[in-house]
């Protein structure tokens, strides 16, 4: 079998793996791939890696294997035997290949002034590296990093997140010198000034200063001939990268003077069984690409030339870039510097706003390239036309004054030509694009991120995808349904304002003119009365919001909130009581298991830290509601699109590495927010310290105890697509932590999708996460006060749906198995007995009454007679359903 | 009270008409089978049986009613069909059908026949 060796698994390893995977998939011959990689973890996106300091964990960066390859991680390759065609690692295995792909990556380069290995020094490029700095800044407080790069600014960045002093120091006159100019520089440092990040431009950094017990102390700085010392806890080297070259230099192959094994455009070495690809390998224009998408773009020429056709070759790359960096905005792309002959420049600068703007234009007026810093927007439709023959698509002033200055029309995809590449992460232009609209059907941005990869790199490329789709006329629908044009958030919006509280009103005035609704637009509405409950005057039944039940709105209840309990598959119910924070005392938890007892119910502990009751007819539900009511408990709103639980460790109370009183948080949140509906349900948890054992940030909000007080996280959820929760604020007081949830769960039910979680609620939000924090923390759409005051409403409102059915006789007669024989339980719920508990007995086979004569609606005029016989002495309107059917 | 018509057919008052809910329905048993009743929110009455095919269960009266392009429908709440209430034909897959009764309303009675 062919043997094809890849030798690291970073980011290009991994991509190379991934398309030789999928063409060997396709291949009539069985070739054999392997992976030995360095790192003991699986491929990881290394650009993110900031990600770490703001509450992702490494599992929230790796890349899924691709699928038949083999992977040797954790031993990395330590020799190449091009003679026998083998490579060894450092465990003494030896790897046969035919095809060797080289992808080892680059290494930090760490200027060998004294003291640069002591204890605290650290560099910035895997995860391992993420985590020594993070547990060793800890309790310091003044952290420098070396190099005002890309990197050194990211690397900047996670000390600031970490609530460092941050100092950078840069050999050269400006940051970022690599993509920006020296405006752009100026705009930037500004910007990072004002951030409290200390910059030191045109400064040499000449020692480490080691003090008592061998950690770094100080550093000493050079600027011209002025020496000083600057007191610091830790330094980042990030002052560059270098090839890691050495199993090619090694094994004789020939290498670039300032490193890189020499490749072609093929990415060959001069050993035709040996590749190399990104960082390690001197491409033919003679630099070593530090970027990973020319790394990705090397990786297919690699893979189309070993198991493809036709390989594009690699001759050069496209150095743009777009960054956020410590949240300022920097893109760079095409010829930045204008070093084209003749080529022009377009400028706009604004030094207090820390906005700097430039296009180069060539002499026949086509745009060159350009260095956006401070607002990036446009990079997304610019990067692609520069270096094509497209006419630029306004005057300069227009594409560079900022939106709103009276400036010309924003930029469309129309003036993109087909062959502009849109995302420049995977090479993807807007002709394949279209073609993937067009011709594959994509219809929104995830099929296409699907279909051609575009947008799931760096993702600068998405809001294009967005236009591009609209320009091809394929309207992302937001009906509800066939009955509303509206989405659910602008049903929410109407309801707000008009006060609308009925849903034939809500039909009759702004839905589509059919009578009626459907199974998909009546429990949403149902959902929004409820949420509104506390807010809708004539929605209330003496003074309080309505019951769920009463009215019109029982018509519009899916059948668990219409039956406050869940349905179950043999059409029985569960019944779920509240226990908030999942504390029960003795005499309660003895309760609910006579209940369980006298009703014969199945009993399961559930995941969110309370009871579970299955097996409960319709007649029953009251009965089992009587008796826990009386015994103080209410309902859990397991049926509901509402809070369910909010799950809690035992807390500082406890726990003896508890910081705070966490069941006592859990069980006031739980009591603030029960009964609230929302789009879709809502989890939450809180932990009492860092140990996390509550798993909070599984949660649609989760609250980690610190000792100042609570982190707040959102948007976490188990289930089908597990997300890890985002950390949206630190170290919140009781009050700022109740009032930031309040406005997170009263913003995503006035703007979410039916049945829309919190996840991908802020995935799909424009401006994400950082939108999210800007509305609810920094009140940015002016929305917070009335937040607070549905909030308010709602707290003040609540009453327990369980009680309020045992008490009006109205909703109890609902609660029958047959309208005709309410005394006669439903036959065909039956059970058998497992593990000393029921189980619903499933009869299967065909529906019985199938083979029933088939009448349909024509014989309804003939029943006027009989009917009218019948009903002739009895007096029918006295009817009496014992008597019904006798 | 139970009339017997000619072909062995009889009809039977499950309820009054009043206690329906509009919108909702509610599950009839007229000689041991299981027939869910229907008042759409419109006022019209439907019956078909109560059995959900997709899961075995009887639950077809417990489902959320509706209009599809002007036919009255009602969902199943288990996997969420849709059925035609007139038909009994699931408006998802047209080979499958739910029996269906003739129904109506008289002196304030809601009447099935069997």
């Not at chain 1, 970490?162 to 100019?181: A, C, K, N, S, Y």
């Not at chain 1, 609308?500 to 589509?512: C, K, P, V, W, Y």
């Not at chain 1, 937040?787 to 309020?804: G, K």
Request: proline fraction near 5%; charged fraction near 25%.
């Amino acid at each position: 079998m062919r043997q094809i060796v890849i030798v690291g698994y970073g980011m290009v390893g991994h991509r190379c793996a991934e398309l030789l995977a999928e063409r060997a998939a396709n291949s009539t011959t069985p070739v054999q791939i392997t992976v030995l990689g360095e790192e003991p973890r699986e491929a990881y996106d290394r650009v993110h890696l900031s990600a770490l300091f703001d509450g992702k964990d490494p599992a929230d960066l790796t890349y899924p294997a691709p699928p038949g390859v083999e992977l040797k991680l954790g031993d990395p390759a330590t020799a190449i035997d091009r003679e026998r065609k083998v490579v060894m690692t450092a465990s003494g295995a030896e790897f046969r290949y035919d095809d060797l792909v080289l992808a080892t990556g680059s290494y930090p380069f760490v200027p060998p002034v004294p003291g640069h290995d002591a204890t605290g020094a650290f560099v910035y490029r895997t995860i391992d590296d993420v985590e020594a700095i993070k547990d060793f800044a800890a309790g310091r407080k003044v952290g420098a990093v070396v190099g005002g790069g890309l990197l050194g600014l990211e690397a900047a960045g996670a000390l600031k997140a970490m609530g460092l002093e941050t100092h950078v120091i840069e050999f050269g006159p400006r940051l970022m010198g690599v993509q920006v100019d020296e405006g752009g520089g100026q705009a930037l440092l500004s910007r990072i000034n004002d951030l409290g990040v200390t910059v030191h431009c045109s400064t040499r950094t000449e020692a480490v200063e080691i003090g008592e017990g061998g950690a770094v102390y100080a550093l000493v700085l050079a600027k011209g001939d002025d020496l000083s010392a600057l007191p610091v806890d830790l330094v980042v080297f990030a002052a560059g990268v270098r090839a890691r070259d050495q199993l090619g230099r090694e094994c004789g192959l020939a290498v670039g003077e300032r490193g890189g094994i020499r490749v072609d455009e093929l990415c060959r070495t001069e050993d035709p069984s040996i590749y190399a690809i990104g960082e390690c390998a001197q491409a033919v224009d003679g630099r070593v690409y530090g970027l990973v998408a020319p790394g990705y773009a090397m990786a297919e020429t690699v893979a189309d030339h070993l198991l493809g056709a036709d390989p594009a070759p690699f001759r050069s790359a496209d150095l743009s870039t777009k960054l956020k960096l410590l949240g300022v905005e920097v893109a760079s792309f095409g010829d930045a510097f204008g070093n084209t002959p003749g080529a022009l420049s377009a400028l706009y600068s604004d030094s207090t706003a820390g906005l700097y703007k430039k296009l180069v234009i060539g002499e026949d007026g086509r745009l060159l390239g350009g260095i956006l810093v401070g607002d990036a927007s446009a990079y997304a439709t610019l990067r692609p036309l520069a270096g094509t023959d497209a006419p630029l698509p306004a005057t300069p002033e227009q594409l560079l004054l900022p939106a709103g200055s009276g400036a010309g029309p924003a930029l469309g995809p129309d003036a993109l030509p087909d062959s502009a590449t849109v995302c420049s992460c995977h090479n993807v232009t807007k002709g394949s694009i279209n073609a993937a609209i067009h011709e594959q059907g994509c219809a929104d941005v995830a099929a296409i991120k699907g279909c051609t990869k575009a947008g799931t790199g760096c993702g600068s490329c998405v809001p294009l995808l967005g236009q591009l789709l609209s320009a091809a006329g394929v309207q992302t629908s937001k009906a509800l349904c066939r009955h509303f044009e509206q989405s659910r958030a602008e049903l929410y919006e109407i309801v707000l304002v008009t006060g609308i509280d009925s849903f034939a009103r809500l039909l009759a005035e702004h839905g589509n003119g059919e009578s009626d609704g459907c199974e998909i637009c009546k429990p949403a509405v149902a959902s929004i009365l409820a949420s509104l409950g506390g807010t809708l005057g004539a929605a209330k039944r003496n003074g309080a919001p309505k019951h769920i039940l009463d009215g019109e709105q029982a018509a519009l209840q899916d059948t668990n909130d219409h039956f406050l309990a869940n349905i179950q598959r043999n059409g029985s119910y569960s019944v779920v009581p509240r226990i908030p924070g999942g504390e029960i005392t003795p005499e309660k938890l003895i309760v609910i298991g006579e209940v369980a007892r006298d009703f014969g119910l199945y009993t399961k502990i559930t995941g969110g830290q309370r009871i579970d009751l299955f097996g409960a007819r319709v007649e029953q539900l009251p009965q089992i509601w009587r008796r826990l009511v009386d015994a103080g408990f209410e309902s859990g709103h397991a049926y509901g699109k509402a809070l369910r639980t909010v799950k809690s460790c035992v807390g500082s109370e406890w726990c003896r590495y508890g910081v705070q009183e966490s069941v006592k948080m859990a069980i006031e949140l739980e009591l603030r927010y029960r009964g609230l509906r929302s789009p879709h349900k809502v989890k939450a948890a809180v932990s009492g310290c860092a140990r996390e054992c509550a798993e909070a940030q599984s949660k649609d909000f989760g609250v980690i105890a610190t000792e100042q007080g609570w982190n707040l996280y959102v948007g976490g959820n188990g289930g089908f697509r597990p997300r890890h929760a985002d950390l949206f604020a630190k170290d919140l007081s009781t009050e700022e932590l109740i009032r930031t949830i309040d406005r997170f769960l009263m913003f995503y039910i006035r703007t979410a999708d039916r049945l829309e979680r919190t996840a991908s609620w802020i995935e799909r939000m424009e401006g994400g996460l950082d939108h999210l924090k800007a509305v609810i923390l920094e009140d940015s759409l002016g929305l917070c006060a009335e937040l607070d005051r549905l909030m308010a409403q709602h707290v003040e409102s609540y009453s327990d749906e369980w009680r309020a059915a045992i008490e009006d006789p109205e909703t109890l007669r609902r609660f029958v198995s047959f309208v005709n024989a309410p005394q006669t339980p439903d036959p065909e719920i039956k059970f058998e007995v497992e593990r000393g508990q029921i189980k619903p007995l499933l009869t299967i086979g065909p529906p019985p009454g199938r083979d029933l004569d088939q009448d349909s609606g024509s014989d309804r005029d003939s029943a006027d007679e009989l009917a009218e016989a019948a009903a002739g002495p009895d007096g029918a309107d006295s009817l009496v359903p014992a008597e019904v059917g006798a | 009270m139970t009339v017997t018509a000619g072909k062995q057919r009889t009809w039977t008052a499950v309820c009054r008409y009043a206690e329906l809910t509009p919108g909702r329905g509610v599950a009839a048993l007229i000689d041991g089978v299981q027939i869910a009743v229907f008042r759409t929110t419109p006022g019209e009455l439907y019956a078909i049986g109560n059995r959900d095919p997709y899961s075995g269960a009887y639950v077809i009266s417990r489902g959320v009613t509706g209009s599809r392009d002007g036919i009255p429908t009602v969902a199943s709440p288990m996997y969420k069909h849709v059925f035609d209430l007139r038909s009994g034909t699931c408006l998802d897959d047209p080979t499958v059908a739910l029996p269906t009764y003739p129904i109506r309303r008289y002196r304030g009675l809601v009447w099935v026949q069997r």
